[in-house]
Each structure stands twice: as structure tokens, then as C-alpha cells.
């Protein structure tokens, strides 16, 4: 129980489009997401804080226009990297709380290579 | 949010015990102590959680110490595939908190 499905698990890009990741509950309802960047050999930073049906909380030093995120339903957030570059190429995961006990459920990540 | 402080890194062989402890000198008194593991390109995968004393499940034990300002994560007979990063996170289990954030974590590699 208390899954989180994550798509896409890897995507390539060409520098300048934009990149859509769906993050779905998807046997309980989430109404708070969270969106997290994770370089190579390095922790998980968080970036944003996605509430159901109001705006993101953005972590300091993210920027809001280039990752939006929109939490329109109890059970999808999504995080989109518009006008992505070469150092936006991440590994990009969210999170959601769950009602289970354990606090928060995972995502399986998103490979992002902007080329 | 309590922080955390954990071993960077961590060897061991296969067959024997790994204990990796986490220190959380901030910790509150409505929080509890959750791990979680971590396999490359992969999201974290929730291990175990306790407030206090020992909790055991199918693949690792916790153990804390009455002041509960730290916590070790015991796993009993490594394998290969134990290698991975494990995180120690402290926060409200009822996920409560405004946001989570981790630590650095510690890498366990596993020697055969």
C-alpha cells in the first residue's frame, strides 16, 4: 500500500523545450507532494512543496518559472522544467505523505538528460 | 526539523551485521526516527521507523536509546545487495511536518 507512481522513469531532452514529470498516488490521496533534485552522489535536495488545489512553496534558490508545479487533484502533482538547459540534467523525485504510518511514500524518480 | 549526522560512508562483507547510527541531539518530543534506503537511480524505499527503544521488522532492527538523541540501524547479515545509502530522518511519522529534508546520508558498500 501507499504507492507512488512517477513517469517518466528517464527522458532526453533537447536544450530549450520543456519537460512534464507526473507524480500519482495511487492507492491514497495526497494532499501534500513534495518535489526533490538529487545529483550524482549527493542527497536529495528538496525544491518545492506541492499543496493540493494552492500554490507551490518553493525551497530557496529554486526558480518558480522555470519548475512549475501544479497539484490540481488529491492524487497528481506534476513538475514541469520549462526551457530546460544542460545543468538542469537531474534526477528528479517526488514524494507524497501517506496515511499508512510511515510518514511519506516515494517516487521511483525521473532520469531528466538535456542535451 | 532535527538534523541529522551520519557516517559518510561504511564497508562491510557480506555475512555480517552493519550497524550505521544516526545522531539527532535536536530531536522532539513528537518525533519519530525513520530510515530509509536508497539504490542508485532510484527513489528512497522506506526501511524502518521507531520512537523509542528497539523496533524490529523483516529486514532490519532499530535500536534507541532512552534520551533518544541518537539511533543505530542494524542489518543483520549483509548481502551484495545491501549496498546502497541509507538515510536517518527525524520528523512527525504522521507526516505533519511542513517538509522533509535529508541529510547526507551514509554509503554502505558491501565486500563479498
Known amino acids: 500500500g501507499a504507492v507512488v507512481s512517477q513517469h517518466p522513469s528517464w527522458v532526453i531532452c533537447k536544450s530549450g523545450t520543456s519537460v512534464k514529470i507526473e507524480c500519482r498516488s495511487l492507492?491514497?490521496?495526497?494532499?501534500?507532494m513534495f518535489w526533490y533534485r538529487q545529483f550524482p552522489k549527493q542527497s536529495l535536495m528538496l525544491m518545492a512543496t506541492?499543496?493540493?488545489?494552492?500554490?507551490?512553496?518553493?525551497e530557496q534558490g529554486v526558480e518558480k518559472d522555470k519548475f512549475l508545479i501544479n497539484h490540481a487533484s488529491l492524487t497528481l502533482s506534476t513538475l514541469t522544467v520549462t526551457s530546460a538547459h544542460p545543468e538542469d540534467s537531474s534526477f528528479y523525485i517526488c514524494s507524497a505523505r501517506n496515511d499508512r504510518g510511515s510518514g511519506y511514500t516515494f517516487g521511483s524518480g525521473t532520469r531528466l538528460t538535456v542535451v | 526539523l532535527a538534523k541529522t549526522t551520519q557516517p559518510i560512508s561504511m564497508d562491510s562483507y557480506e555475512g555480517q551485521e552493519v550497524n550505521i547510527t544516526c545522531s539527532h541531539n535536536n530531536i522532539a518530543t513528537n518525533d519519530y526516527i525513520t530510515w530509509y534506503q536508497q539504490f542508485p537511480s532510484q527513489g528512497p524505499r522506506f526501511i524502518i521507523q521507531?520512537?523509542?527503544t528497539k523496533v524490529t521488522n523483516e529486514v532490519a532492527s532499530l535500536f534507541i536509546p532512552a534520551d533518544r538523541k541518537s539511533s543505530t540501524l542494524s542489518l543483520p547479515r549483509v548481502s551484495l545487495s545491501d549496498t546502497a545509502v541509507y538515510y536517518c530522518?527525524?520528523?512527525?511519522?504522521?507526516?505533519?511536518?511542513?517538509?522533509?529534508?535529508f541529510g547526507k546520508g551514509t554509503r554502505l558498500h558491501i565486500l563479498p
Open positions: 530522518l527525524v520528523g512527525d511519522a504522521r507526516g505533519r511536518d511542513d517538509k522533509i529534508i
Open positions: 492507492d491514497f490521496q495526497a494532499t501534500t
Open positions: 506541492s499543496n493540493e488545489g494552492s500554490k507551490a512553496t518553493y
Open positions: 521507531g520512537y523509542k
